[in-house]
């Protein structure tokens, strides 16, 4: 009878033991700071389709073209209502550039090494360390501002759930607000343009197809 009831009390002992190991491996938590490297633009898809709602030109189409070289320079494209344009981007240890773009790019050629993409005229895209509060400046000029608002441990959308989602906003001058959210080895997933209460436009993704292992 003894042996009956320490068997017992061991087995209810495990069950205890495999609820708490569960608990603790399905519990997320948001990370203080992330890197901004893993958060690159079209970079770990061949594909992404994006749908959108409230504006016509929301909803867009972005293809990988050339892979990072060993200076981390990369190429994709983005079709937006018929108009492609590619984006020139480089990966370096302090964030993502963009050092180039070429609108009504329609045969994907690779612009990488062209003048305009070998310049010296960049854009910052995102810094390599991001956490809440983090600022920077995107443009060719550095004339918009950015802030890192949130980093949401998780992010459902779309039956889908995202960890670690970088959310980023900036305020225009006339008051309406632009917010990204980011996936860490996807890129953009969900972006907002918010004109005031009543009205704004979102764009989310809709598709991706064929990892590119980067």
Same mark, same amino acid.
């Given at each position: 009878?003894?042996?009956? =009831? ?18 603790? &491996? ?15 633009? +079209? ?15 929301? %909803?867009?189409?972005?293809?990988? !073209?050339?892979? %990072?070289? $060993? ?7 983005? !079709?937006?209502? +018929? ?7 480089? =990966? ?10 070429? %609108? ?19 854009? &910052? /895209?995102?810094?390599?360390? &991001? $956490?809440? +509060?983090?600022? /920077?400046?995107? +443009? ?9 608002? !949130?980093?949401?441990?998780? /992010? ?16 225009? $001058? ?21 004109? !005031?209460?009543?009205?704004? /436009? ?13």
């Amino acid at each position: 009878m003894t042996k009956i =009831i320490k068997k017992y009390f061991q087995l209810v002992w495990l069950i205890l033991l495999t609820i708490t190991m569960n608990g603790q &491996l399905t519990s997320v938590t948001a990370q203080d700071a992330v890197s901004g490297l893993d958060y690159a633009p +079209g970079l770990y898809y061949q594909f992404y389709d994006y749908s959108g709602e409230g504006n016509e030109f929301v %909803p867009y189409k972005s293809y990988f !073209d050339y892979a %990072p070289d $060993e200076a981390g320079i990369y190429q994709i494209s983005v !079709d937006n209502t +018929g108009t492609t344009v590619s984006y020139v981007y480089q =990966i370096r240890e302090d964030g993502i550039y963009e050092l180039a773009y070429f %609108p009504e790019s329609y045969e994907q050629n690779d612009f990488r090494y062209s003048e305009d993409a070998t310049d010296g005229i960049e854009a &910052l /895209f995102l810094p390599a360390s &991001l $956490e809440v +509060g983090t600022t /920077f400046s995107r +443009g060719y000029k550095a004339d918009q501002d950015y802030v890192v608002t !949130d980093i949401l441990a998780e /992010f459902e959308l779309e039956d889908i759930t995202y960890y670690n989602v970088v959310v980023i906003e900036s305020t225009f $001058e006339t008051g309406e607000v632009q917010r990204y959210y980011y996936a860490p080895k996807i890129g953009e997933i969900y972006s907002e343009y918010v004109i !005031d209460e009543s009205m704004s /436009f979102t764009t989310t993704i809709n598709i991706l197809r064929g990892p590119t292992y980067q």
